[in-house]
């Protein structure tokens, strides 16, 4: 309990600077762990693992506005470990700096909606925390469309939309159990925020970077 207590007591800009280095770490593992087993091969290859994780930075975080921050700050950073590996690694191609430059994009207008929302989930009130709950498991359920849709992928897409679906439920029991109002919204929202997701994907970020 003792480091929890302490990053809850933290200033700003030590809460920001630990965003930031796990952000990294996060990016440089995420390519270390590619191709090791099938499994960890699509769980760091994935959208919804850096997300989570963003989710996960907002919820430990005390102020709103510094979630906020944080999440994009995060995402941010674990792009640049990514990218960072991928050099060293021999792997960062030509197409590399324009793809680098879109998913950067992208998660800093993901970045901190995924930190309100664990930030909201866990400490907010009123019937935006059930909201909250669905913007957080429909990244998971969008993923698992987009890997059975678009990729052909189907029996992965199965375990991420089966993993979607029960992060949705465990969400939604939080909530019940910690008195939330209209907690039943996540569940409800969020398969509707999973075809949405899927929708951005398909149309604009896979566009984007189709054309890089």
Do not use: Q
């Not at 021999?90 to 992208?106: K, P």
């Not at 939330?180 to 997701?197: D, E, H, I, Q, S």
């Amino acid at each position: 309990m003792a480091p929890l207590t302490a990053f809850r007591r933290a200033t700003p800009g030590t809460v920001l600077t630990a965003t930031v280095a796990f952000g990294l770490l996060l990016g440089w593992a995420t390519y270390g762990l590619h191709g090791i087993t099938p499994v960890l091969d699509r769980a760091t290859n994935s959208t919804s693992t850096w997300i989570l994780w963003t989710a996960v930075a907002g919820a430990l975080i005390r102020d709103r506005w510094l979630a906020v921050w944080s999440g994009a700050l995060m995402m941010l950073a674990t792009c640049c470990g990514y990218y960072t590996a991928s050099t060293l690694g021999g792997t960062f191609g030509s197409g590399g700096l324009g793809t680098a430059a879109v998913w950067s994009v992208a998660g800093l207008a993901g970045g901190p909606l995924l930190g309100w929302a664990g930030w909201t989930v866990r400490r907010a009130r009123g019937d935006l925390r059930a909201v909250a709950g669905a913007v957080i498991a429909m990244v998971v359920l969008g993923e698992g469309l987009w890997l059975g849709l678009a990729l052909r992928y189907w029996e992965t897409a199965v375990v991420f939309l089966g993993a979607g679906v029960l992060l949705a439920a465990l969400l939604t029991v939080y909530l019940a159990r910690t008195g939330a109002r209209r907690y039943w919204l996540c569940a409800v929202v969020a398969p509707v925020g999973g075809l949405v997701f899927y929708l951005a994907e398909k149309s604009i970020l896979n566009g984007l970077i189709g054309s890089v």
